[in-house]
């Protein structure tokens, strides 16, 4: 971006990382960051795809009724001081790791999916029923229409099914995060999918200001059963999150914190984990919706795709990553920021998965040429 760039999809070679990290406003003009490359949002259900579509949502797309237009939303009065940066770990940013892999397991293959290798996952949500569903982009055009687009995983069948829509079905970018409502919806930042039918049924949803760009930007549900994102209207020197109550259909302002965090991970305990950019360097954070309160910021290697991240069941943060061409899966620790490593399945060589945590100690990977489920070793 234009003072620091995008996300910080990164390698290293000859112990120099190399790397373009989230991005931060230009203090002296206050330009707005130059929306990510990886990150092709989405116009409105209807609208066509381009490989690079509009960075902000669809004029079209209107937020329910009763809704708290987000420009009216109160503040709260809360706001939390601007931490000081925990200490790099010794031997670096991310710490230094052990045996050829920390964390080992047992990676399994899963059925093949539908459609072709141009299929590419944008972002995977956990189903009420247990099922996963996949939301996929072509990665030739950067979006797709393809009514293998949407499919669902069957973990006790290992099948999958092509999911039927009822009308319009969703437009799908690169990097277009979802999250799943507790009125066991689907949202992100355009639209909305109501799941309960044979035929699911997307309606248009503002999770947006209408000048706002969330190129980029992420969303995740807390404990608390709202969803919440980063508040775009404010500067690269600190991050707010916006509340939204799927049950009440009204926003609300959260408290702030220095630093500028675009990617926000539900935690196994409740807790969001963002990762972003403060204290002059990519750093990891923790937010407690319960309580309003922001942990102390760590610092962490700029050589991972932090927009693929995931949270486990062991609070550690999966992220994929490479050195030089070789891929990497790293878990880095909310608390610490140390950076262990990841076994990672046999013969993988194109390595940009969607990971999805499960309850029960499981971590998928979708990936261009497969996927896979990881059992941790006890």
């Not at 935690?267 to 923790?286: A, F, M, N, R």
């Amino acid at each position: 971006m234009a003072a620091v760039a995008g996300v910080f999809v990164a390698a290293i070679a000859a112990g120099v990382a190399f790397g373009v990290v989230i991005g931060v406003d230009d203090p002296a003009t206050g330009s707005a960051p130059t929306p990510s490359p990886s990150a092709s949002p989405m116009g409105s259900a209807t609208e066509s795809a381009s490989p690079r579509a509009s960075s902000s949502p669809s004029p079209t797309a209107s937020a329910p009724a009763d809704a708290t237009p987000l420009e009216t939303a109160v503040a709260t009065e809360v706001e939390s001081p601007t931490p000081a940066a925990t200490p790099s770990p010794v031997e670096g940013y991310g710490g230094e790791t052990g045996d050829l892999f920390d964390i080992t397991g047992e990676w399994d293959r899963l059925a093949a999916m539908p459609g072709g290798s141009e299929l590419r996952t944008s972002d995977s949500v956990i189903l009420p029923d247990g099922r996963i569903a996949l939301f996929r982009y072509n990665f030739v055009t950067g979006g797709v229409t393809d009514p293998q687009s949407v499919i669902v995983y069957d973990r006790d069948q290992d099948t999958w099914e092509t999911v039927e829509f009822a009308g319009e079905q969703p437009i799908i970018a690169t990097d277009q995060y979802l999250a799943m409502g507790v009125d066991e919806r689907i949202y992100t930042f355009n639209w909305v999918v109501d799941i309960s039918g044979d035929e699911w049924v997307v309606e248009p949803f503002q999770l947006m200001q209408e000048s706002d760009d969330w190129s980029g930007s992420s969303i995740a549900a807390g404990g608390d059963g709202k969803l919440y994102r980063r508040a775009r209207d404010t500067s690269s020197a600190r991050t707010e999150l916006i509340a939204y109550d799927p049950e009440t259909q009204t926003f609300e302002r959260r408290s702030r914190i220095g630093g500028r965090f675009d990617l926000a991970y539900a935690g196994p305990d409740g807790d969001l984990v963002l990762l972003g950019y403060g204290q002059d360097h990519p750093s990891i954070v923790t937010y407690d919706p319960d309580t309003d309160e922001w942990s102390s910021l760590a610092s962490i290697s700029d050589a991972i795709a932090p927009e693929r991240a995931e949270v486990g069941v062991d609070r550690n943060v999966y992220v994929p990553g490479y050195y030089y061409d070789v891929p990497q899966l790293w878990a880095i620790g909310p608390d610490d920021a140390v950076m262990r490593s990841v076994e990672l399945p046999d013969g993988v060589t194109d390595w940009d998965p969607n990971l999805l945590a499960t309850p029960d100690n499981h971590l998928f990977a979708f990936n261009a040429d497969g996927a896979w489920v990881f059992t941790p070793d006890e």
